[in-house]
């Protein structure tokens, strides 16, 4: 385990049965390392958007693409504030019946940029895969209106 990752498994208390990252990234430290270790394995890939999937998604995300001199793309459920043209993707229901909306603002993803997907937890990997493929379809979509 490398010194970071066993810091990270040190500071985030359970709660109820539920990991709390947000208290552990209020350390400012914390959060500064956190960033880094996220974007280290891509520094060579020439990202130029970070997307993170609402909510905690938004603050990994976010402190990626800073690291990275990316810019960052938020990719939301519905219900939040996201004006302007939207992609949206519906997922199909999981083994729990539930399906997951997703949304993106269809001006934040261009031909050719290269976008690193980031979520906070293995729970929603089904949406992470479903929403790495709406980047290139954006994308597609964008290219050949």
Do not use: C, N, Y
């Not at 350390?27 to 990202?47: K, Q, W, Y």
């Not at 603002?105 to 992470?128: C, F, H, K, N, S």
């Amino acid at each position: 385990m490398s010194g970071f990752h066993a810091e990270l498994v040190a500071r985030v208390q359970i709660i109820h049965g539920h990991a709390d990252v947000l208290g552990a990234v209020a350390d400012a430290g914390l959060l500064a390392r956190a960033a880094a270790a996220l974007a280290a394995p891509f520094a060579g890939e020439h990202v130029t958007k970070v997307a993170g999937l609402e909510a905690r998604g938004f603050i990994f995300g976010a402190a990626a693409a800073l690291e990275l001199g990316a810019g960052f793309v938020p990719v939301r459920k519905p219900g939040g504030i996201h004006p302007g043209a939207k992609a949206r993707l519906v997922t199909a229901p999981s083994w729990r019946g539930e399906s997951v909306t997703l949304e993106v603002q269809r001006a934040a993803i261009q031909p050719g940029d290269r976008v690193l997907l980031v979520d906070d937890e293995a729970l929603a990997r089904r949406d992470v895969l479903l929403a790495s493929r709406e980047p290139e379809r954006l994308a597609d979509e964008i290219a050949d209106p």
